[in-house]
Each structure stands twice: as structure tokens, then as C-alpha cells.
């Protein structure tokens, strides 16, 4: 008994600091795969259980994860990657090169329909060379493609080969390599983490448990009875409350988001270019920010901070003369209190996104907004599916409040180039494409940030959108859990290196 | 003692490291300005006499306006600019190292570009001659970047006066058209020159009131001692904070029970508690940067904010802590937040605009090659 | 003999018509969910992008009435498949077995407690005009759903605000009902099937047909000869209440399904309710009809019971059959 004495006094700290963190996401995963997953929720659960090849390092710099070094071919075509040794998986497996080949193909098969196939697709082949060796050739000539080679790696040997269905029972008994092994996948939607005991590096916390909570007015207060040790985002009206509680601490971090009103180009009313600015002239933006939360202005498609962001751009202000000048050049009239077009009272349909929270306090304040101007604003809420439909596939609507959330790149292409696949709004304007074709090329940094700047001042003139504002965003965790460094965009990245009390 | 139990022994006291109690905790509140003010409101108007304007301007940390009053205030706002401008200088030095570096690593420097000299000048400025070695050095080829470079050294040596900058310290110093558009390089002495002058200034002016107002929280604050995981110095200095927070409620809440109405009034309308907490951690957190700890400073200066009006300069948020925030996140790699920090200061501050820039192309530069993804 | 083939041939007819109904539900949920805006590749993100091969898998694609047709073809020759999006791979009928079986210990007793209330408010109200606990239950009978639902979040948040104080100066140890409870506790369940059986059971509505059924009790000759003859009153009620009360019970089921969507969404409790919410937003279609076919099942199946025991019960109640 003595002997067993010291180690376990020795141990006694680590036991001690092991504990259960808990926390909070508006709704758990349907299933676990990462090659299926892409909600934000998705991603987080899948950080915890599974690794790519590559990951970012605490400076936010690509780093080694499963790979332990990589060549890249002298024409820049193909690379080979060495995977590390120490490796295994949840079941006790060790890693391959098979099981690298197994996810690539997998993504790309169609019959697998994987929703994130667009991480692969630059990637031709994939060969094991050996056991511990991967050859990747590429579609194109590859500057840096460990930057691309975070996507996560499936077990080949979990599977009955191809394709990967949606519905295989890895899907609630995922096999990962990562800090945490799926637990159980409960009834109520909540799911226990345990530690991988098989991991390379110590993992300071025991359990990790993710409760759905639907509510997000809720969640902050469960951080608060001690319910919740983590909170992903704070709803910015719950702020103040959290940070005068000397139990939570609160933790910033970029989300690179911004809210918009979208105007439907594709309707004869929004597509005159006056008639959107005397629209935007109308709304008394700060007005709307006010009971949101913190936040800045902005003036385009960029956060104030980003080096993209052109400063020399105002964002809109409410000027009911100006609107007014705008508005009858656009060809409305002004009859009493209402605008009218062809001797129409004007009457425009917003729809909003039932799942961006605090949307609802926006729209009925514009919907205030307009109408005392002169505008009948009806505003539907919309749930998911709903929106796609109608934004998306239809483009049914006049305006829309939404919000876009870029990565640190901040491509906007998509969403402002005429060929891009989100510019739902029907935004084209050849200059503009001609600007972001050259800035997705440029190898000059000065340059490429030259040209987004000059896409935002043209962007901002032609007003297919009114840009409304950024939020500030934060996390907030229990000070009980110690040594935390949030990754900005998939939070757990560093957590194996937290500890808890 | 047996071997077992120094070996026990020892590892316990291993095992506390990250954990040791911080060195300097908790001042005595009860002996510091604020307690003098609560406990005597009346003696306020003596105090702050007839510069009562610039008391306030400082107390809000608007120290151009500080200045303008004259007196104390004016000599306090020196310092404030001194410090202000020290931290930002060292990380303009930061961010040109940095980026040379980046550029470097890619091979793909613009060979026909006055960008490499002036990262070896700012570099060299900067007093971090090793690394300027490897840049080019001598006269700028470009005779208005000379120019530039001789107004700076008159500025400093006292021949010019600042006012000689400010109609150019915001604009590009060099734009060198390229294919595809135009670079636009920064003044990279600007805000060592502005250090300068400011301390220069500062060690003219010596205020009298060196308390009111300020960081003193009855005895000095000093940073826990450096954990022997360099992981652990964050959470070794929140405890700091942790504890300091601990004697601050305490004192409010035994101060208010006993105070004068007005002496309430001035504790929670100057938001005496919320400053002078500001205050002291961000010079712990200067001190941190100093100290080469920068996920300490980090970790102090997110606990200085005022997350209710984060981007705002006001009593609680200075300018040195925004400058402190971005140094840090420099510091830690995470150039993007350093952008945001910096962001609060370039309307106020247009001599950070050059910072700004620089720092922009080096977050550019970093995500040169990354995918974009964005989501609803 | 020949009434009985009669009697059995009225019931396989009111069985017939039964099917056809549940039938009918699931032809109804599956239209609508063909012509709801979006579907289940819309809820995924990035979807768009493998709609092509999701599309056929799912039986998504075709005109209208193409996707009704393979959907109730399906559904009818018992393939109810697996859940699409909500939980994607579960066979439907075991996440129907399972909220139904869960879903029970709501109902049940929400329904118990709903004709015991309105029955006792009935019989209350009934009684001496003036008496205060009278008014009470008169007031009460008029209650409708939404300030029960309300209160009930109200009393929810308070009572946990209230707790927290009390933790907060260590007069109270943390019980174990508190603020996200790892299971489901009896306190949160308590509170869902009083507000299901008070509030969704149209307590209004429940009330004033049991004082319709005890006012024609009351008035009924044999009720009275019984009290001359100071025999016993109560066997007598509950044997001429039995059919009635069944059928108010199954008149009362679809509102109490409706409230149990609500309810276990409001509680955040595991069962058919919050899984059928759920099948629609995700548009997860073969799971929303599963569910609403189990739904109308119950609806149907207990009218059938009612009519089967009122047969059996209620020679009356035969003739008319026969």
C-alpha cells in the first residue's frame, strides 16, 4: 500500500485539476463525420475528436499535426507526407497512409455526397506509398498545400469501403485520433467527450460534455449558476452582466462577421440603383445597432479592422432629404406620408433568418423605421430551409437582413462576383469582378489590398446591400478552467492544453 | 528524510508552480488617492483648482485636451503620450520584422522596391542592428525618403517641431506603382520619432499631483513571478488580477457603505474603481511586454477593457491599453486581433496610420496562400 | 346472430374508415412537406452541393404530385426508412417507438389530470353559486394556454433566479433539479404535464362539456330515483360517464398532441413532441410523417376503443349499430 503511496499523492494535482467541462451549443450535432459536418457546432465537436494533417499552432501559423514533415515536388505538382508514428486511433488502431488515402477518396466520391468535398477538390490523386507515407498530386501548381491539408482524417478501417454514407453508425461512434473519443451521444442531444487516453500530449481536462441549449437567452445565465463552464458566443446584451461577475472571465476573438440589408436586384423596384439609396438613406442604422449590442459601422463587405476595409468609405447616414432626392429620382412620388410608385402605395417584402439572433429586434425596428417614413415593410422570419428556398433558389423577397462570417481570408468573391455562387442578391458590376479576379491572383500583398479596398469603394457606391455593422464577439469560461487560448474559428483547437479545477 | 519523501516533496512543490501565490497582490485601497477622495469629496475642487478641465480631460484620457489645460494635467498627459508612444514604437520595430521575415521565407521580395531598405532602416531605428545587418542599408535611393529621413532627425534632435510631420505622418511615404495596382509604403520612424519628442516632453515636465488619477492603488502592483511553463504565464497573471479584483470589491463595497452621498456619487460617477483597476494593469501589462511576456500582457490588458464600450477611448479604456492590447496580440502571432486593436487608434491617433498599413500587409502576406471560406 | 354480424360489420367499417384516415394524415403531412419551401438538402450547409446524388436518395426530386405518390407508396407497404436529417440513419420506427413510449409518461397523465380538474371544476362550479372555491374554479375554467405557458417560464426562471441567491450565501446546498439537470427531473416533468393537462387540454372547453355531461346526469330519472332511494351515486356516474369521458378524451387528443410539441420544446424534454418539431425544421420528411401517422393512430384508435366499449357497455349504443 505504501509504495502505491507517492505516486498517487504525486498524481493528486492532475486528479484534482482533471474535471468536467461543460458547455453550450444552440443545437448538438445530428451526427459526428467530419467529412458530412460543417455547422459551426460540427466543427467544434469534430476539433475535439478528430485531427487533419495540419493544424494551426497557438500563433495561428500552420503546424504539424498527424503529419510529422512533408517535400513538396520541385514543379510544385505533388508532395509527399510522412505521417508521425506515435498515433492511434480511439480504438486502439494505429494511423496509415491508407486511412489518409481512404478520407481523400471518400470527399471526393460522389455517392458519398460529403458536404465538404470542395476541401479536396484541388487534390488529383492520393497514393500510400507505404505505410506511414502519403503522395498527393495536385490539380495545379501548389504554393503552400499544408495550408490546405486541415481537413480531418477518417478511419479506412471503420468502414465497409465506399462511398461513406450519411447513415453509417459511425455517424454516434465516430473513431477519431484527436484529444477526446466520443462518449455516449445521449437521448436529450448531449454528448460526453472523455479523454483519449492513447494521445500523444496530456490532455488536462477528463470530460467534455456538450448540452443543447436552444435558448440563448439561457445560456448565459447557466455559465453564471455554475450550470455551464464554457459559452461559446455571448449574446452582446449579456456582456455587462458577465463581466461584472468575478466568476467568468470573457474572452474576445474575430469572427471576421458583418450584418447587411440586401436589396433583390432582381426586381425592377430594388434594381434601380436610386431607389436603394434612397432606401438606405432612410434607415437610421445606429438606431438599430443599439439595443443589439456592441458593435461598429461599416461602410462594406469588410469588418472595420480587416486590411481590406476602405476607410476612406462613410458608412450610410440617415438623411430623410437626401433619401428624398434619391427616392424621386428613382421614379417613386411622394403623396402625404407614403411613397408611391405608378400610384401604388409602395409596399416591400424583408425576410429574415429565424436563426440570427436578435433579428427580430432589428427587422420590427426597421419595419418602424420605414413605415414612418413612408414604406409598408412586411417582414417574414424564416427558418432554414425556408431561406434557402426563397433566397437562394427563388430570390422571393425585396430585401433581406442577414449576416456573412468570413474566415481570416475574407474572400468575398463569392458573394460580389456576378458568377459568384452566394451573390444571391444579384449584384453585377464588371469592374468589381474584374477587381476580385485580380486580387484572388495577386502574389503582392500591397496589391491584392489595393484592389479589395478599390472593390469596396465601388461595392459600397452601387449599394446592393446597406452595410450595417460588426458585432463584437466573445467567449466567456469559467475562471475554474485555466490556461485557455481559443482558436477564433473552431474554438477547442488548444484545448488539450486546458486545465480545470 | 528518506529519498521517497524528497522526492515527494519536491515534486509537490513542482506541482504548485503554476499555482504560487502572486508576488504583490492586493494594495492597501484604504491609504490611495481614491479612498483621500471618497472619504473627502469636498477636497476635489481643491485639488484640481483652476485646471479642473484638464483633470477631467485626463481622468477621461482625452490628453491632447489634458495638455492644452497646462498645469498638472498637461505634465501627466506627457507622460501618458511617453508611454503611449514607447509601446507602439516598439511594435512598429515588431511588425517590420516580422513582415521582412514572412516575405523573406516566400522568396518573392519585389526586387525592385524600396521595401527591404526601409525594413533593414526601421529595424535599424529601432536599435535592433543584427537583424537590420541583413537588410540593405546606407542613404535611401529615393530622394523624398531621404528627405523624409533628415526631417525626422531634426525633429528629434529639436531643430523642427513635431508640427512638421503631422501634415504627412498619415499618408504613404512611398507609393511605387506596380503591375496590377501600386504598393504604398509607411514612414517607418514616424512613431520612434513621436517616442522621442513625447519622453523628451515628459522629462521636462515633472506634476506635482502625481496621484489623482492615476494607477496608484495604494502600494505598487508588481507581475506574479514568470511560471517555469511559459503556457502557465497567462493564467499566473490573471490570478493576479484575480486578486487584485478580490481587495477592489471588498473596498467599494465597505467605502460606499461609509461614504457621503457625495462621495458615492463621485466613486460610481467618475467610475473612480473601474479607472485607476484600468490603469494599473495596463502598466503591468507595459511592464509584461517589457519583460518579454506577452501572453501575460495579453491576458492583462483583455482584463483592463471595458467590454461595454470595447472600442471606445474613455476613462476606463486608454489609448495605451489599445496600444498594449495590439503589441500583445503582435507578440502572441495573432496579427489579426493586433489589427483590430490598432484599429481604435487610427482616427484619433493618424500618426498610427503607417503602423496600421504595415501591419495590414503583413496580415495580407500571412493568408497569402489560404483558402476563403464564409458562412451565413 | 344476425345483429351481431350486423354490430361487427359497423365496426370493420368504422375500422376501415379509421385506416383510411391515418392514411389520409400521412398523404397530408407528405404533401405538405412537398410543398414547403426547402427541403432537407436546403438544412444542411453547403448542401446545394451534393443535391444531385441527395436528391434521388431521398425522394426528393419530381413534381409534386411524383413525390406524394413514392412517399405514400412507401409509407403505405410499412417502409418508413430512416430519418434523414434530424437523426440521420435511425430507423423512423424505432425514433417513433421510442418518443411515443416517452412522450407516454406526459400524456397519460396529463390526460388523467385534465378530466379529473375539469370534471372537479365541473362538479364545483356546479354547486352553490356563491361559494368562493366555486368562483375559483369558474375563473380557472376560463384559463386559456398562453399565460399557463408563460407563468410556467416565469416560474421556471424564478424559481431557479431564487435558488441561485440562496446557493449564492450557502444557506442551501445545490439540489440536484438545478439549472440544466443532467436528467430529466421530477420537478420539470411535474410542471410539463400540469401545464399539458391544464393548459393544452383546452381546460375551458374540458370544463364546460363535463358540466354539459353532469348537468344530463343529474337531470336523468334514474340518477334521481337512485338518490330517493338514497342508493349509491357514484358506481352510477362512473358507469354512465365511462363511454362519454372516452370519448372527450379522444376528442381532447389531437390539442394535447399540439400541446406536447410545445411543452417538451418549452422544457426542452425528449419525445415525440420536440422530435416532430424538429422533423420539420429539419425537413427530415419520412420521420414527420412516421410521427403524425402515430399521432392520428392514437387520435383514431382511441375513438375506435370508445365506440368498442360503448357497444359493449351501452345496449343503446348496439341498436344504433345494429
Known sequence: MHRLLLPALLLLPLIAEAGNLRFAEDQAPALVNPIYGSTMAEARVNELVFEGLYTDDTELATTPALAESSRIADDKLSMEVTLRSDVAWHDGQPLTADDVVFTIKAMQDRATASTESGRVAWIADAVALDARTVKLTFVRMEARPEDKLFFKILPKHAFNGLPVRRSDTFRTKPVGTGPWRLALFNEDNSITFKKHDGWRDAVGIDEVTLREVADKNYQAKLVLYESLEALVRVLPRDLAMLQNNRKVELYPYQTNSWWYLGYNLNRPLTANASVRRGLSELVDVDALLAPVGTGARISGPFVPSSPYYNHDVEPTVADADEAATQLTAGGLVQDGDTWKKDGRAITLTAVAPTSLESVQEVAINLQSQLQSAGIKLDVQFLDDATWKQRVWRDHDYDLLLGQWTFDRNEDIREQFHSLGTRNFVGYKNPAVDALLDKARDATDPYVRKATLREAHKLIAADQPMLFLWTLDSYAAMSVRVKNVLIHPFYFFTFAPKWTMK | ?376 | MARFAAIGWALAGRTLTSILSVLVAGTLIVGLFARAPGDAIDTLENGDSVRATLESEWGLGGSFLARVGTGMARLSTGDFGESLTYKPGVPVLDLVRTGVVTSAQLLLPATLLGLVLAFGAAALAGGAGGSALARIMRLLSGISALPLVLGALAAVNGVNAATWALLERGLIDRPSWFALPEEPGLVRTGLAIALLGFGSARFAQLTRRARSMLAVLDSAPFVAAERARGGPLVPLYARHLLVPTLRLAADTLPALFAGLIVVERAFHLPGAGTSFWESCAHRDWPLAAGLALAFAAGVVGLRLLSEAVAVVVDPREREALA
Not at chain 2, 475642487?45 to 498637461?74: K, T, Y
Not at chain 2, 515633472?206 to 505598487?220: C, E, K, M, T, Y
Not at chain 2, 511592464?287 to 511576456?293: G, I, K, N, Q
Request: hydrophobic residues 45%; proline residues 6%.
Open chain 2, 1 to 376: 528524510m528518506s529519498p521517497s519523501a524528497l522526492v515527494l516533496l519536491g515534486a509537490l512543490s513542482a506541482c504548485t508552480g503554476s499555482e504560487s501565490a502572486p508576488e504583490g497582490a492586493a494594495a492597501p485601497i484604504e491609504s490611495s488617492w481614491m479612498a483621500d477622495l471618497v472619504a473627502a469629496p469636498a477636497s476635489f475642487a481643491e485639488r484640481v483648482g483652476g485646471a479642473r478641465e484638464g483633470w477631467i480631460a485626463l481622468h477621461r484620457n482625452d490628453w491632447r485636451a489634458a495638455a492644452a489645460a497646462g498645469g498638472d494635467p498637461e505634465a501627466r498627459s506627457a507622460r501618458e503620450f511617453a508611454k503611449f508612444y514607447a509601446v507602439l514604437a516598439a511594435m512598429d520595430a515588431e511588425v517590420w520584422s516580422r513582415m521582412g521575415r514572412a516575405w523573406s521565407a516566400r522568396g518573392t521580395l519585389p526586387p525592385a522596391s524600396l521595401l527591404p531598405w526601409l525594413i533593414g532602416a526601421a529595424l535599424a531605428d529601432a536599435g535592433r542592428d543584427e537583424e537590420a545587418a541583413a537588410w540593405p542599408a546606407g542613404e535611401a535611393a529615393v530622394p523624398s525618403v531621404a528627405e523624409r529621413k533628415r526631417l525626422h532627425d531634426r525633429v528629434r534632435a529639436g531643430a523642427a517641431d513635431l508640427g512638421s510631420l503631422e501634415a504627412t505622418q498619415a499618408d504613404a511615404l512611398l507609393v511605387e506603382p506596380v503591375e496590377g495596382g501600386a504598393r504604398e509604403l509607411a514612414d517607418p520612424w514616424v512613431l520612434r520619432t513621436h517616442a522621442r519628442v513625447s519622453r523628451q516632453r515628459a522629462d521636462a515636465h515633472a506634476a506635482v499631483d502625481q496621484a489623482l488619477f492615476s494607477s496608484d492603488l495604494g502600494a505598487p502592483l508588481h507581475l506574479p513571478a514568470a511560471p517555469t511553463d511559459p503556457g502557465a504565464d497567462a493564467d499566473a497573471c490573471r490570478g493576479t488580477v484575480r486578486e487584485l479584483d478580490a481587495s477592489l470589491d471588498a473596498w467599494r463595497t465597505s467605502a460606499s457603505a461609509n461614504a457621503s452621498p457625495e462621495g458615492r456619487q463621485l466613486l460610481d460617477d467618475l467610475r473612480l474603481v473601474e479607472g485607476a483597476r484600468a490603469r494599473a494593469l495596463v502598466e503591468l501589462a507595459v511592464t509584461a511586454l517589457e519583460s518579454d511576456r506577452p501572453t501575460c500582457a495579453l491576458a492583462l490588458s483583455h482584463l483592463a477593457i471595458d467590454h461595454e464600450s470595447p472600442r471606445a477611448i474613455g476613462p476606463v479604456n486608454s489609448p495605451t491599453l489599445f496600444a498594449a492590447l495590439a503589441s500583445a496580440e503582435l507578440r502572441v502571432g495573432h496579427t489579426r486581433e493586433a489589427l483590430d486593436a490598432i484599429e481604435v487608434l487610427v482616427a484619433p491617433w493618424p500618426e498610427t496610420r503607417g503602423l496600421d498599413e504595415t501591419l495590414s500587409t503583413l496580415v495580407v502576406l500571412e493568408g497569402l496562400d489560404r483558402r476563403g471560406d464564409s458562412r451565413e
